[in-house]
């Protein structure tokens, strides 16, 4: 009995000790704010398509700040395979940072878009169509920023990660222009 107090005690004194020595969380504040970009899609046929998507621009508002006497290091920002760093002469102090990125299509995977801008043969076409011509895809692709802030004694990193909108938008003339050419 007196042993296993004695281990509980040392555990408990282990566990105070470590949780007091312990490094000491950083409150450094970043954030992300991106565009959703618009992709125009020709009418297909009906049924469950994949949509390769085409090289995509993200415009990001970067929001970083450093507290506790450290100053902004560096910030990185990644999406896919792409990546941006910046150093910190390159990081706004009293604003958002802009940092504009391309995704390569290679790097984005294929969607699977169902009953959008689906092309309507002749002999439906009664009039105006009434099918959305916008469709928001949340979370498309993911972004992930880390901010490093660094002090006289410390340093300390900061991750952030955002999820990525794009907007699909139904382009009904190009189906309006192969049905006049023909």
């Known amino acids: 009995m007196i042993r296993t107090t004695t281990y509980l005690a040392a555990a408990v004194v282990l566990l105070i000790a470590t949780t007091a020595a312990g490094p000491v969380a950083a409150k450094d504040f970043l954030s992300i704010v991106a565009n959703a970009p618009a992709v125009p899609l020709e009418p297909r046929s009906p049924g469950r398509n994949f949509v390769r998507l085409p090289a995509l621009e993200y415009l990001f508002e970067i929001y970083a700040q450093c507290t506790d006497d450290r100053s902004p290091e560096s910030l990185s920002l990644n999406v896919a395979d792409t990546r941006k760093s910046l150093q910190a002469d390159n990081i706004a102090n009293d ?64 991750y952030v990660s955002k999820t990525l909108d794009v907007s699909l938008v139904c382009d009904r003339q190009a189906e309006d222009l192969e049905t006049a050419d023909e």
């Open 95 to 158: 604003g958002p940072t802009g940092i504009s990125l391309t995704i390569p299509a290679n790097q984005i995977a294929p969607l699977v878009v169902e009953d959008f801008c689906i092309a309507v043969p002749e002999e439906n076409d009664d009039g105006p169509d009434e099918a959305p011509v916008q469709l928001n895809i949340p979370a498309a692709l993911s972004a992930q920023a880390s901010l490093l802030c660094v002090g006289a004694e410390d340093k300390a990193m900061t």
